[in-house]
C-alpha cells in the first residue's frame, strides 16, 4: 500500500468511513449463502475485531495486536474450509461495501481491494468444491 502526502490508507480512508465499510461488508457476509455459515449470527464481534485488524492492516493504529496479539491470519482461519469460491464470494462483498460507500475515494477503493486479493488468496485452504473427490473417487482401495 502506498503513503501519500494524503497518509497512509487508514488516514484516507479514515476510521469512520472504514466502520461504515465493514458495517456495509458484514451485512453482506450475513446474506450470503456460501459466506454465512462461516460465521456466527451475531457479526458485532466480528465486526469490531475486523476493525481493530483493518485498522492496523490500513497503518493506522495496533489495534488487533493490542487487543488479541497477533493476527496469525491464516492460522486462525485454518479450522474453516475456505475455497476458491469463498474467497471469490468474500471479495464480491468486498466490493459491494466498497461501491456502497462513496466516501472513500476510488483510488483508495481499488488500492485496497487489491492489496485484500492478495488476503483472500492467501487464506484459501481447501479445494474447489467441483474439485473435491466425489464418493469413492481418490481414496485408497
Not at 457476509?29 to 475486523?50: C, M, N, S
Not at 493506522?60 to 485454518?78: I, T, V, W
Not at 464480491?92 to 486479493?117: F, G, H, N, V
Request: proline share 10%; with cysteine; aromatic share 10%.
Amino acid at each position: 500500500m502506498q503513503l501519500t502526502p494524503n497518509g497512509t490508507l487508514y488516514d484516507r480512508i479514515g476510521p469512520e468511513h472504514l466502520h461504515a465499510l465493514l458495517t456495509r461488508f458484514y451485512r453482506c457476509v450475513g446474506h450470503d449463502p456460501l459466506l454465512a455459515p462461516l460465521f456466527p449470527d451475531d457479526l458485532g464481534h466480528t465486526l469490531e475485531k475486523q476493525f481493530a485488524f483493518m485498522s492496523g492492516f490500513l497503518g493506522g493504529p495496533p489495534l488487533y495486536h493490542q487487543r488479541f496479539g497477533h493476527p496469525r491470519l491464516r492460522a486462525r482461519h485454518l479450522p474453516f474450509p475456505i475455497t476458491p469460491e469463498h474467497a471469490r464470494a468474500w471479495l464480491s462483498c468486498m466490493k459491494t461495501a466498497l461501491d456502497e460507500t462513496p466516501q472513500i475515494e476510488r483510488a483508495d477503493a481499488a488500492e485496497y481491494y487489491a492489496a485484500l486479493t492478495k488476503v483472500a488468496l492467501h487464506m484459501v485452504n481447501s479445494p474447489s468444491a467441483a474439485q473435491e473427490p466425489t464418493s469413492g473417487e481418490g481414496q485408497a482401495r
